[in-house]
């Protein structure tokens, strides 16, 4: 089966750890996009890959850090420089990142600090 | 740059009734426009879409309209049926520079009452 995973579903840090989110795709897509997801808002964009070894920041990439060694890889570290980590994280891959192609997105990872 | 207006945020509708979300955008340069439905617990998955040179889309119960004039954008969904109680997202899709980012609306959570 072709799909994005996300691991884990749930994640407990304390506060002032790092923590690296995996996100996975076997859809061969070049372009990948970490999301962040608070109640009552709409999915805010944090980076953005458009091929190996290339990423941009998005809108709130602020205390967040990406990697893009592999095509099918993209993990997301919250630093402890991101005030408020608490949030569901949704990865996403499109086959491009022109054009207006579909996104395909992961599971989610729900992301808990205290 | 891009701002996407979705409304209503909550929607209840009796089953077989049909529902309505509307989304406005400010971009006019934006041109592709998914929707979105996400589950409890997942990731959105792409319901219907629609480009900028076609005024409306259907799919069986679901049906997607484009005004570019009044920049604004619609999800008609017929017949409801419980399954369909979800979250929904637009997002409007604009070029900046030379990449095509995504901008959600900040979602609609639909109740199908029984």
């Known amino acids: 089966d072709g799909g994005i995973t996300q691991s884990p579903k749930y994640l407990f840090r304390k506060e002032g750890q790092n923590v690296t989110l995996s996100c996975e795709q076997n859809?061969?897509?070049?372009?990948m996009y970490w999301y962040r997801q608070d109640p009552g808002q709409g999915l805010r964009l944090i980076y953005y890959?458009?091929?190996?070894?290339?990423?941009q920041k998005g809108d709130i990439a602020e205390g967040y850090s990406v990697s893009r060694e592999k095509k099918e890889s993209f993990p997301l570290t919250v630093t402890s420089a991101q005030k408020n980590p608490t949030a569901f994280y949704l990865c996403?891959?499109?086959?491009?990142?022109?054009?207006?192609?579909?996104?395909?997105f992961g599971p989610g990872t729900r992301l808990t600090v205290t | 740059g891009e701002n996407v207006e979705q409304h209503p945020s909550t929607l209840s509708v009796q089953e077989g009734d049909s529902a309505v979300i509307k989304c406005t955008y400010s971009?006019?340069?934006?041109?592709?426009f998914p929707w979105y439905k996400q589950e409890l617990g997942k990731g959105p998955q792409l319901i219907i879409d629609?480009?900028?040179?076609?005024g409306e889309k259907k799919d069986q119960r679901i049906a997607v309209t484009l005004n570019k004039t009044a920049k604004h954008f619609s999800l008609h969904i017929t017949e409801t049926q419980p399954e369909d109680s979800a979250v929904y997202f637009c997002?409007?899709?604009?070029?900046?520079?030379?990449?095509?980012?995504?901008?959600f609306g900040t979602g609609t959570r639909l109740k199908v009452l029984a």
């Open positions: 629609i480009r900028s040179n076609v």
């Open positions: 997002a409007a899709s604009p070029p900046y520079s030379g990449t095509y980012k995504y901008i």
């Open positions: 996403a891959s499109s086959m491009d990142s022109g054009g207006g192609y579909e996104q395909y």
């Open positions: 890959s458009q091929i190996v070894n290339d990423f």
């Open positions: 971009d006019s340069a934006s041109n592709y």
């Open positions: 859809l061969n897509h070049d372009a």
